[in-house]
């Protein structure tokens, strides 16, 4: 649909008192969300062997904390300047991405040093997400931003493991996801996009891979622990927040049946609990138009479904009735809600 | 100016408008909606039913895959087999029930398409056949060939396809011995960038029998380029025995071809974008190969820069060619 047409449109539905239309913004070249993922991949890499260089330049780098400091400020800051500098020119941001990548180990290593991560684990993996948080406010890049936010929710995961908190956490960070994305709207109109967005990118992100990649999992695990009573609760505030929010404009019998769906298919998958957090960004993903995401969500689940076989906290027996519990309950809810919308059209 | 030839709006054009106040809130979620941005009530009706439906499936299937691993001491073998096959045969009636064409009978085939697998394994445990791992894989391609034809379902296909893959990848890697040879590091990767390059042909010359949507073709695409990486890496790591290294030469042969035909007959952003990362991982093992020991680091930082100015000009073209064909949001 063209400005024309949807100006029209808007105006007989008597959101704009006239039908012109405004002055549509110029059109610039925008990256794919794959060429963004190379981007990602390959400025990861090349920090990576440009921080190995530096330890093969200075021998004994590694073993020398103020050493690592003023390196980590340096590349940081070239990092900094590069992406004020540089626009969108896409060799001076991956410079800029790699410089900060490799600069973030430094100062990874010198914190090590300083805090000795053995002793002092929370407070070392808190030095890292404070790190990471300053970082998505400093730097003006969408690809940091999002690497940033998946940093610190890593950081924060690898504070809270071996703590109470660690139940707690999937919660919060699939809460998170779903509160950055229901405010989409304000965020925008508040120029704030360049920020928003990619932490949003990030934490959906997250809340996949803290269900789905096994070892990341163990971290949070509250199946096996004597809190398995917590496991069906874990991402249903996210879920219902995200579905009341959803359906805000629905009659009450479909925000009735919305909110039953997300209660059954919660307290159904409890120990499956990746099986909610993929429905999470699979909403979102379909919600905001985004088939990447959507794509995201179906494949997180999927690949849940294989890596749940290996889990070592239940028996197959019990993984069996979870997920038979999900699938009756999708279906269930499935034939009600085509049963809701066929009296809805005869009426 | 004639309303005919103005461009379609995009997300980021609705976003500005949103951000420069010329927009409010209510405006601009129901523009997303007129535009075909954001779903309406018909497209969440559809994409509910059809994620219920699906997921379901999927998920009565995992169940029956899991309650049968589990090996559940009270099932006799006997119980155990009238089970998994109860289950297929009642997943297939249920497809010609609900009529094939329709998505109950999609989702049902399947199903039926995945359940073969366990069966044949289960079978195999059972009677100590004999057979090879890759001969189930075999056995489980052929039995569901003719309910992917019957369903014209791409996640039935794609199932198919990646069966097809462990086949092969078997059947090369511990079974094929050519002229008497002894097993060739290389050859798996090889049948694999075969067999995903012929299917990215059927996929693309009879596309009818396949579904709808594209992502049939990527993953064809994706399982290629990775086998012709592995391929490009050992040539340039010269890792094979004598002789061998001549398969590695596929990888430039399929990346010309998948240049061409992705970029010149069919456009294909994100499979240029997968083969960008293919060619800069081997160019990046030749230069290693080379300057790796370089003394003081300056081999790594030599590599680094590689990468990250080969990944910088491969997304300026990424951009360019999605700038070209209006795809980018």
Redo the contacts between chains.
């Keep these: 649909m063209n400005a024309v047409d949807l100006f029209s449109a808007l105006h007989r539905e008597g959101l704009r008192s006239d039908a012109a239309s405004p002055s549509i913004p110029e059109r610039k070249p925008v990256s794919p969300w794959y060429a963004r993922a190379l981007l990602g991949v390959c400025g990861w890499i090349g920090g990576l062997f440009v921080i190995g260089a530096f330890g093969g330049i200075f021998v004994g780098l590694f073993n020398n904390a103020p050493g690592l400091s003023l390196l980590a400020a340096i590349l940081v800051g070239i990092a900094l300047w590069l992406y004020r500098r540089g626009g969108d020119n896409e060799v001076v941001t991956q410079f800029a991405f790699a410089s900060s990548i490799a600069g973030q180990v430094a100062a990874g290593a010198a914190l090590a040093h300083l805090l000795r991560p053995d002793n002092h684990q929370v407070v070392f993996a808190l030095a890292l997400a404070v790190l990471q948080l300053v970082l998505i406010g400093a730097m003006p890049n969408r690809l940091h931003r999002l690497a940033s936010t998946m940093f610190a929710v890593a950081a924060l995961v690898f504070a809270a493991h071996n703590t109470a908190f660690a139940r707690w956490l999937p919660m919060a960070v699939s809460l998170a996801t779903v509160a950055v994305w229901l405010r989409e709207s304000d965020w925008i109109a508040k120029r704030q996009d360049a920020l928003w967005r990619p932490v949003g990118h990030g934490l959906l992100l997250s809340t996949l891979v803290i269900e789905v990649v096994p070892w990341v999992e163990t971290l949070t695990n509250i199946h096996g622990s004597s809190r398995y009573w917590l496991s069906p609760f874990v991402h249903a505030p996210a879920l219902a927040l995200l579905v009341l929010a959803l359906t805000r404009r629905a009659t009450i019998l479909h925000r009735a049946l919305a909110i039953s769906t997300v209660a059954i298919l919660c307290a159904a998958s409890g120990l499956a609990p990746g099986l909610a957090a993929a429905a999470c960004v699979l909403l979102i993903g379909f919600a905001c138009g985004n088939r990447a995401i959507t794509g995201l969500g179906l494949l997180g689940s999927l690949a849940y479904l294989g890596l749940y076989y290996y889990r070592m906290d239940t028996t197959l027996l019990v993984k069996a009735t979870a997920l038979a519990a999900s699938g009756v309950a999708l279906l269930a809810a499935r034939s009600v809600m085509a049963l809701a919308w066929r009296r809805e059209e005869t009426t | 100016m004639n ?1 005919d030839i ?8 609705l ?9 409010d ?8 909606q ?6 309406g009530a018909s497209d ?2 559809l ?3 059809r ?3 699906i ?6 299937t ?3 895959i ?2 049968i ?2 090996n ?1 001491a009270g099932l006799s073998r006997i119980a155990r087999f009238a089970l998994l096959q109860s289950v297929l045969v009642a997943a297939v009636i249920g497809a010609l029930v609900s009529g094939i064409d329709t998505p109950k009978g999609k989702a049902a085939l399947l199903a039926a398409v995945i359940l073969i697998g366990p069966l044949l394994a289960y079978f195999g445990q059972t009677y100590q056949t004999g057979a090879d791992p890759y001969q189930l894989f075999v056995s489980w391609v052929l039995l569901a060939l003719p309910w992917a034809f019957a369903a014209r379902f791409a996640p039935c296909w794609a199932v198919v396809l990646i069966v097809a893959n462990l086949a092969v990848g078997l059947w090369l890697g511990e079974v094929f011995r050519p002229l008497g040879l002894g097993f060739s590091g290389l050859l798996p990767y090889f049948g694999l960038l075969c067999l995903n390059a012929a299917a990215i042909v059927v996929f693309e010359a009879w596309p009818a029998p396949f579904g709808k949507g594209r ?1 049939l073709v990527r993953l064809a695409g994706v399982f290629a380029i990775g086998a012709a990486t592995w391929l490009g890496i050992w040539l340039v790591l010269d890792l094979g025995r004598e002789g061998e290294n001549t398969l590695a030469f596929a990888h430039p042969v399929a990346m010309a071809a998948g240049w061409w035909y992705f970029r010149r007959v069919c456009l294909d ?2 499979l240029l ?2 083969g ?2 293919s060619a ?1 991982a081997v160019v990046t093992a030749l230069v290693a190969r080379s300057v790796i020991d370089l ?7 030599l ?3 590689l ?10 073209w ?3 060619l ?2 070209e064909a209006g ?3």
Excluded at chain 2, 6 to 13: A, G, I, V
């Design positions: 309303a103005l461009p379609s709006l995009r997300q980021r054009d976003n500005e408008l949103h951000e420069r106040g010329e927009i809130r209510a405006t601009w979620s129901r523009a997303m007129l535009t075909g941005l954001r779903p969440w009706r994409f509910l039913e994620l219920f439906l997921g379901g499936a999927l998920l009565l995992s169940a029956v899991y309650f691993a589990y559940w992502w952003i994100f974008a997968m960008a990362l800069i003394a003081g680091g300056g081999g790594l930082m590599l680094g820069l990468v990250i100015g080969l990944s910088a000009g491969a997304a300026i990424l951009k360019n999605a700038h795809e980018a949001q």
